[in-house]
């Protein structure tokens, strides 16, 4: 009877566990096309965010969540990790708030997004943490101090709308 009632156990939390698994992917598919337009990128996965720019977001339950960002300097092809940062999430679903990680210029040429210096990789180790402006052909340009993590609406038209 105990071995019994310890296999339906086993059998009800590997249920559980694949249900919770499967509604984090399946939540960023239900929204409506608006609100994934406006949080495109911060999803887990490999995401083109601009014509030279990947957000590759990865971890989750059992380590940390982070969002790489890598540049591609011919649109396709050898890519470059420019930075990373934690990956916040809102409300316990599988995406952020773009404005809490990255915006991109309107012709996907030049991006804003934070780096973690604690958490880079290689030559990235050496930058400091901030905000950065990466443009096509320019690199990258540190603005400022973390702060409260959220790109500002007139840092994006400032740096972005221009370039």
Known sequence: MTRQI????????????????????????????????????TQSGYHRIGTHFVASVDGGKWNQRLMK????????GRKELIGITSATL???????????????????ASILFFHEAALGYGKITSARDGLYLYARG??????????????????IDRYLSAN
């Open 90 to 108: 809102l409300d316990g679903t599988d995406y952020g708030s773009q404005p809490a990680h990255f915006a991109v210029s309107p012709d996907g």
């Open 6 to 41: 310890a296999t339906t156990v086993l059998a009800a939390a590997a249920t559980l566990t694949l249900a919770a698994c499967s509604t984090g992917s399946n939540k960023f598919q239900n929204l409506d096309p608006q609100t994934q337009a406006a949080h495109h990128g």
């Open 138 to 155: 320019a690199g990258a340009q540190w603005i400022r101090p973390i702060e409260d993590h959220v790109i500002d609406p007139t840092e």
């Open 69 to 76: 960002f890598y540049y591609y300097p011919t649109g396709n």
